[in-house]
């Protein structure tokens, strides 16, 4: 794309890197001091940042050759979203892991989507039995990722797979396992006991009543706390008695393990009483803990390289909002991998989404927002001379690096809107920072 003159005249300001100054008719540059310099950080974002030229799939990527350099050789990259319903951010993420599969060797996708739906995801990736769109009905509804942008990619595996039948790429779900622990996700655990450990059975069946299905989340939170504190105890029983059960070990017994551990942690997850601000808040640590656990885990198991796709506030260092957010999954990953991780965050200056008025409840409906306020972390990124942009925070010029580590407001938007700017440092929070200019809403699925 080309550099931004938009900014001629927006909001009546003209930057420094782009406006002249009159003098007895002849345009002449102003020079900068070394003191407005200072004070002044686009145009040490300048020097920084890197040209995105397509936020689409399928273009050439040379643009995103400097953002490989950044990752390196990095096992897991999360990959952000300033809002959960933008198109920019749905597609850029199947650009940039198109880019990191055919480029950088990467095997994985992972996305804050319940395990077990992202199980039923990936047996699609690997064998294409049945149709992509009665799959993202069945396993996507509801959730922020019901959206055609989301159908394209996993059409995307799946065609990658056929053509790369020796190397695949899969899709994994890292997230709690309601809504979708139905009785065929039961079974992965009970039938592998009943193969290979029969005399377990019986005392895993009854471990299990009162659990199976988990169809219905919202039905599940009306029990009373008491019960669901009884059903989450017998839930980690169950678990403890499958790992009981380990032999030499085998791929069965490690998915029979670790299915029993999304039902330990979706019941211990929902044990959360609602109208405890505290219990909130613990229940986004135990959360955010399981789904780099899982994330963990996978790439522990089968050794991939993992694009992980969450909300902005879940693959950062530090959450920008301590209270509901107190331990970010970003931050679990980093004790768990070291430098074994990288986090890109997303900030935009205006455009539309899809959201909310209550978080829990309601449809998904189109939002927009305005051009940043003034003083926020986007609208000084909105003056970089390039319409998008990515830049690497932890190399940045020291006036920049010194301006991406203060904390100011900046949009943060999940299931629910309106909401207020949270404080933010860029770079405390992330490694990578990529700025869209402007983003649209996401396209719901047909």
């Known amino acids: 794309m080309a550099d931004k003159r938009k900014h001629w005249g927006r909001r009546g300001l003209l930057t420094a890197a782009m406006a002249a100054v009159v003098v007895t008719g002849a345009v002449v ?37 400097a953002l490989g350099a950044m990752i390196g050789d990095t096992k897991v990259v999360g990959l952000g979203e300033a809002t ?13 892991f198109r880019y990191l599969v055919e480029e950088k060797g990467f095997r994985a996708f992972a996305l804050e989507l319940s395990w077990s739906a992202g199980l039923e995801i ?5 064998t294409g039995k049945g149709d992509v769109r009665e799959l993202a009905k069945r396993t996507l509804a509801g959730s922020p990722w019901d959206r055609e942008e989301f159908v394209s990619l996993i059409r995307w595996m799946r065609d990658y797979n056929r053509a790369h039948p020796g190397r695949t790429v899969h899709f994994v779900g890292d997230d709690l396992g309601a809504p979708s622990l139905n009785e065929k996700f039961f079974a992965r655990i009970t039938d592998y006991v009943r193969q290979h450990h029969p005399k377990a059975l019986p005392r895993l069946n009854e471990l299990y009543t009162g659990l199976r299905p988990i169809d219905d989340i919202f039905a599940y939170l009306g029990k009373p706390r008491e019960e669901r504190l009884r059903l989450a105890a017998k839930a980690e029983q169950a678990l403890q008695l499958i790992r009981s059960l380990k032999g030499a070990g085998s791929d069965a017994f490690d998915f029979a393990e670790q299915n029993a551990l999304s039902v330990a942690q979706t019941t211990k997850f929902a044990t959360v009483d609602p109208k405890d601000p505290k219990s909130l808040g613990e229940a986004q640590i135990l959360r955010d803990g399981a789904m780099a656990q899982n994330v963990a885990w996978w790439q522990r198991r089968t050794g991939h390289k993992i694009l992980l796709s969450a909300h902005n506030s879940h693959v950062a260092y530090l959450s920008g909002d301590p209270v509901m957010y107190p331990k970010a999954q970003g931050a679990f990953l980093r004790e ?13 200056d205006r455009g539309s989404f899809l959201s909310k008025d209550a978080a829990l409840v309601g449809d998904w409906k189109r939002f927009s ?13 909105d003056k970089v001379r390039y319409q998008d942009f990515y830049l690497d925070m932890r190399t940045a010029p020291p006036a920049a690096k010194a301006w991406l580590g203060t904390a100011r407001p900046t949009r943060s938007i999940g299931t629910q809107f309106p909401v207020e700017p949270q404080d933010i440092s860029l770079a405390r929070s992330f490694d990578v920072l990529v700025h869209l200019h402007d983003v649209r809403q996401a396209d719901l699925r047909k």
Do not use: C, W
């Open 29 to 65: 540059a102003p020079v900068a001091s070394a003191s407005t310099a200072g004070r002044d950080p686009v145009r040490s974002l300048d020097r920084a940042a890197h040209p995105l030229r397509s936020t689409e799939p399928g273009r050439n990527t040379a643009d995103l050759r």
């Open 84 to 96: 959960h319903g933008s198109h920019e951010f749905f597609t850029l993420k199947e650009r940039v």
């Open 122 to 126: 990936d047996e699609f990736v690997q």
């Open 336 to 348: 768990t991998l070291g430098a074994g991780y990288v986090t890109i965050g997303f900030t935009f």
């Open 369 to 381: 927002v305005p051009a940043a306020a003034r003083g926020s972390n986007e609208d000084t990124l």
